[in-house]
């Protein structure tokens, strides 16, 4: 990168610690430093909200999601504006009305402490490994740039995020929020017009779409009902409410956003607008993804992304025959690119029979290129012992480096790295929350002073820091980020929606019933994901079906025995 690269992403970096530990200052007691003395406005929530799920996995890993796969992924957000409705309407009056610290304060009013601690146990072992693939994501942009080590940049910037994070809690979280919002879409902005731009002379934005088009990465909607395809409308529109509800109504790093504010109606607004938001900037990430692709169909892309993976293959004993592939790979694209020019050119002169030739041309050489990218992925695969080692994270990055004006480099780079710290912080206030609250509050130190228990916050947030870091290190084991982030959630996200559901709705079934129905919904969901193929986003329709289900007869159960003779 150029120096000016290097300056602006200094600058953001700094400015947004700075900020951060600054607007977090004065936390006198936990209300102020876990709920910002609940005083956000609507506006704050909805860019915090924002910010917490928009981690840098969706800004590196989801253009190169749209590379690989197309649009369809949009379908997983396609249930979200209806959750935003729904937990409205039925959570957020509950947990205003209660004046909650967590979620999980409410299942201990509704139900009783050992289903409240379930709970919060399921979310702080799912939520505590997610923070370490959030802090992993913008670690291999750095190490890539710098030639740095990974495990010593994920140090880096975990160390940054626990600075400020622990310094001044959610005030500074979601303060901080707004300005790493502000640096993210102006990030993606340009990258978005400079690719539109990099297009070759006479290939307009049209022609773009028509060429996405054609070689199947526009496949926004698919109306298929399928439970082993990852993404259609179905599993969008169930499994991604089911998702969207758990995340959004009982997840500890969403809630505390909304728990924050200043009326029940902000925190309302602040979560619609969320949902009104939401799945239009998703397609504009996944829409630069398809741009970059069309890009790369008139500029050679190297065969696989992750250069670093594929010097060490070029050097190993079978560089030689991936070096014939890369050589092979390289007359398939220009064979590719002949044909795509061609077929421009005959939409543009109104050709249809031409144009129909050569999208059936198009589709061979397709088939052609990607066996071989398959061919040279499988000798690295086996070169380096991992069977899922794959580029797709690395995607995005490649042409960021290495065809974006210098500032701009600095400016992407720095918003994918803001978006890291926005969600991670998140997190960790989140989980410091539910350790203080919900564990060491109620069950270890019931009558220390508010001055205690807002040291063990800041202590609990430096050691959920650490153990996010540790996790970090295992995450490039994983695959694609911004899969594996949402199949980890997906395994516990259902049952403890589950938990809430019955809570807020069948008034009769007590604790008891709830807790072991609990359990047993989330071996039933580790068995569908180990024994099935069912697609992640049925995880959480499963969960939360088998709680009511196994509540509803253990319930009666549990009365039963309960009752005199």
Known sequence: MNWIDWTVLAVSLVLIVAYGVWKGRGSKDIKGYLLANRDMRWYVITLSVMATQASAITFLSTPGQAYSDGMRFIQFYLGLPIAMVILSIVAIPIYHRLKV?????????????????????????QRGLASGLTIYAPAIILSTLLGWDISQTIYAIGVLVIIYTTSGGTRAVSRTQMLQMGVIMAGMLGAFIMVIHLLPQGVGFGDALVVAGKMGKLNAIDFSFDLTNRYNFWSGMIGGLFLALSYFGTDQSQVQRYLGGRSITHSRMGLLA???IKVPMQFFILLIGAMVFVFYQFVQPPLFFNHVQAQQVRQGVRGEEFRAVEAQYSLAFQDKKRVVKQMVQARKDG??????QKVIELEQAKKRESGLREKGISIIRDSSGNPDAGDTNYIFLTFVINFLPVGLVGLVIAAIVAASMSS???ELNALASTTVVDIYKRLVNTGASEKHYLLASRVATMVWGGFAILFAQFANRLGTLVEAVNILGSLFYGTILGIFLTAFFFKKIKGTATFYAAILAEVGVILSFLLTDISYLWYNVVGCILVVLFALPLNHLTQKHAAPS
């Open 101 to 125: 610290f967590t979620a999980y304060e409410y299942l201990e009013k509704r139900f009783d402490l050992k289903t409240r601690e379930l709970a919060a146990g399921l979310f702080l072992v």
């Open 274 to 276: 969320n949902g009104l």
């Open 351 to 356: 050709d249809k029979a031409e144009f129909n």
């Open 424 to 426: 991670t912080s998140s």
